[in-house]
């Protein structure tokens, strides 16, 4: 059993802002690790420029048997050139890949197997195959310990309901908490409503079978499993304790596909009382289940902000997504949250199949019509795992259509090489690339009216664009100053330094 293993955060050079929410899913898994005596390294490559070079610093003077890297579909272009400089440089070490894109992509690849075919899924399974000694699919948390046997198997499968990797909700309560100590924390910048603010999960999957959504056929994504409200809670307080933040975003697909939801905002009412502080929390919701009562106990437990996967305003697309709210349901829940003084930030997506000229102005008068407080926009791409990707078939030499099973509108995607190319997820505004066009509309009209109705609608409601905040990118000079403290962190760099802490305490007593 490998002892000694070094985990690394691709960057993500494709957001505006790589210094907001840290990497949650790895950080389980190191907490995981640590536990059971297992030393980990962490290299945080997020908003690095020059992180090839860093790595190639690090690699030099690591002596971790084994590196593991967590990715999505967006990350994969930097961890192939991640896992290719650990090959020159460490040839004989262990490379592991686990996150999303891998999970996502062997959900498709079940998929084709069930219809028997060998499709692009399974083309971009044995690719991976072929860059990485062990695939990790799904849970990673007891996952990783089989990807760490002497003699490992190539694929550890943490997406299987039946098998012991896969966790039930007991086994995620009993987890620790996200090894967050490994990272510097004060690095990450993100507030709500000017409190600074930390991320969290609080439960895991969504059931709904959007068609642009992920892990649609991956019970790693779709199954719902919670935590108590008591342990939910109690990951609250030791972030406030340990950090000083009084803000936090629950980055959960919906918060309230959770029966128990206003205990839970309860709970964390009453957490605040015994304090004496008052958060400030932000967070998800499902339109067609929000209510006046789960908007008021968010309210009093903190909550300013809800987003809102909307998607559209059109009825035609709201159905043909399989969205099950109607364009009543989002309007209604605007209205629920405003009269509880909830702000609501609108999710919109462009690009669906039936997508015209008149569906998007359709959104745009909606938009305007609702008036939300905060908005953004954005060109789907068909990943692996989702319906958009898994049900379409090559329909001409790089071509793949996906047809709405009821109105038979389609949807266009060009082939895209995952392990090469970023740019298809959201960008820089007025730099948009859209990969996906459908019957009325072209890849470069669906980019400038999606410009048009962001650079609209942002005017007319006095929304100001979104922008990276100064500073945020990281260049590490090599050789001058040392290395910054959010790189890299290790088991017994936290150790030494919690020492150091406990001496100084005793030494001023």
Known sequence: MINHICLIIPPSVFLLDERVFMSLGILKVAAVLEQNEITVELLDLSGVTNYEEVLSVHLQSSTAQCFGLTAT????????KIQHAIRLARPSARVILGGPHVTLVYAAVKHERKQSIIGRA???????????????????ELAVFEALKDSPPALVDGDN????????????EDLPFPARHLLDVSTYRYSIDGTRALSMIAQLGCPFGCGFCGGRMSPFLRRVRTRSAHNIVQEMLDLHHSYGVTGFMLYDDELNVNPKMVPLMRLITDAQVRLGVEFRLRGFIKAELFTD??????????????????????????????????????????????????KVKA???????????????????????????????????????????????ETSPGIWTYTCHKS???????????????????????????????DDLSSEQ??????????????????????????????HSMGQSGLPPFILRTSDDV????????????SSG
């Open 73 to 80: 579909t967006p990350q994969i272009p930097a961890a192939t």
């Open 122 to 140: 399974t083309r971009s399974f044995k690719q991976l195959a072929g860059m990485f000694d062990v695939l990790v699919a799904g849970d990673g």
């Open 161 to 172: 309901p039946k098998s012991s990797l896969f966790l039930n909700a007991s086994a995620i």
């Open 293 to 342: 009562e789960q908007a008021a106990a968010m309210y009093a437990a903190g909550f300013r902000w809800i987003l809102v996967g909307f998607e559209s305003g059109h009825p035609r697309i709201l159905e043909n997504i399989q969205k099950k709210a109607s364009r009543d349901h989002n309007t209604h829940c605007v209205e629920i949250a405003r009269r509880h003084g909830l």
């Open 347 to 393: 999710l919109m997506s462009l690009g669906h199949p039936g997508e015209s000229e008149e569906t998007i102005h359709t959104t745009r008068d909606w938009l305007l019509d609702i008036r939300p407080d905060d908005f953004d926009a954005t060109v789907i791409t068909p990943y692996p795992g989702t319906p958009y990707f898994d049900e379409a078939v």
């Open 408 to 438: 038979n509108d389609r949807l266009h995607g060009m082939e895209v090489d995952y392990h090469h190319v970023a740019e298809y997820y959201k960008g820089v505004p007025g730099n948009y690339t859209a990969f996906v066009y459908t």
């Open 446 to 475: 669906l980019v400038s009216l999606r410009d048009w109705l962001e650079t609209d609608v942002r005017e007319k409601l006095s929304i100001p664009f979104n922008s990276a905040t100064p500073g945020i990118r990281y260049e």
């Open 495 to 506: 150790i030494a330094s919690t020492t150091r802490k406990k001496i100084r305490l005793l």
